[in-house]
């Protein structure tokens, strides 16, 4: 459902990005006198072709089951990227994973990311979102990474912003964690406002 949504959304920025691609492949001729955006350059057009393993915005994740939220300071290797106060989110469907370590097709986590603001009296608050990262599960179509697709959205924005490389990036740190099926994050009872569900099996 979600993902038809999208559609026409997602093919009005493919003719965005192949308009924009024209208009400054024109420029690079010479300028706009003549140009025709149905001679821009094939090979350019192609780079900023739709990504095949590009995902749809995960509408309604903020409404999830809330695992845990983090903070990672300036100390950390990884907060150029990733700094800040996240929160991660599990639709239905990836709970029974966080109980059994195995997730089945169709989980979907949601890491969301804030920057902080130090109020500066002793308090910090959730600042401005940064982007959310996102995983799908579907063992087939994701079978080289895990069988997880890796995705991520800029604030605001509804379109996966990665490039292949960048999801390879993503699946090779996640890979450390194949004893619980590439996902770092714990169902913790301790934390928990509610008990994870029964297993079904
Ligand atoms: C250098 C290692 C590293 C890289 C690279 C990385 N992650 Fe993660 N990711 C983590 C860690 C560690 C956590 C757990 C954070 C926590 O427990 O609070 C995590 C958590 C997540 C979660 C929540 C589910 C889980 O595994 O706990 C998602 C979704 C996620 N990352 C997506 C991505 C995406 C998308 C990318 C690439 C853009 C990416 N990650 C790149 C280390 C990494």
Same mark, same amino acid.
């Given at each position: 459902?979600?993902?038809?949504?999208?559609? +026409?959304?997602?093919?009005?920025?493919?003719?965005?990005?192949?308009?924009?691609?024209?208009?400054?492949?024109?420029?690079?001729?010479?300028?706009?006198?003549?140009?025709? +955006?149905?001679?821009?350059?094939?090979?350019?057009?192609?780079?900023?072709?739709?990504? +095949?393993?590009?995902?749809?915005?995960?509408?309604?994740?903020?409404?999830?089951?809330?695992?845990?939220?983090?903070?990672?300071?300036?100390?950390?290797?990884?907060?150029?990227?990733?700094?800040?106060?996240?929160?991660?989110?599990?639709?239905?469907?990836?709970?029974?994973?966080?109980?059994?370590?195995?997730?089945?097709?169709?989980?979907?986590?949601?890491?969301?990311?804030?920057?902080?603001?130090?109020?500066?009296?002793?308090?910090?608050?959730?600042?401005?979102?940064?982007?959310?990262?996102?995983?799908?599960?579907?063992?087939?179509?994701?079978?080289?990474?895990?069988?997880?697709?890796?995705?991520?959205?800029?604030?605001?924005?509804?379109?996966?912003?990665?490039?292949?490389?960048?999801?390879?990036?993503?699946?090779?740190?996640?890979?450390?964690?194949?004893?619980?099926?590439?996902?770092?994050?714990?169902?913790?009872?301790?934390?928990?406002?509610?008990?994870?569900?029964?297993?079904?099996?």
């Amino acid at each position: 459902m979600a993902a038809e949504a999208l559609r +026409p959304g997602r093919t009005a920025l493919w003719v965005a990005a192949v308009a924009l691609v024209a208009a400054s492949g024109a420029l690079a001729a010479g300028g706009f006198a003549g140009a025709d +955006p149905n001679k821009a350059d094939p090979a350019r057009i192609a780079a900023t072709a739709p990504d +095949p393993h590009a995902l749809p915005f995960p509408v309604g994740y903020s409404r999830w089951t809330h695992i845990k939220s983090g903070l990672i300071t300036s100390g950390h290797a990884a907060y150029p990227r990733f700094g800040g106060l996240h929160h991660i989110y599990a639709n239905a469907i990836a709970l029974d994973g966080y109980r059994s370590g195995r997730f089945a097709d169709g989980s979907v986590l949601v890491y969301d990311l804030f920057e902080t603001r130090d109020n500066g009296d002793a308090t910090i608050d959730q600042g401005t979102r940064r982007h959310i990262d996102v995983m799908v599960k579907d063992s087939a179509r994701f079978a080289a990474t895990g069988g997880w697709g890796y995705a991520e959205f800029a604030a605001g924005e509804r379109r996966d912003r990665l490039r292949t490389a960048q999801r390879d990036g993503c699946a090779a740190c996640h890979a450390s964690q194949k004893d619980n099926d590439q996902v770092f994050s714990r169902w913790r009872e301790d934390s928990a406002a509610e008990p994870a569900p029964a297993r079904r099996d």
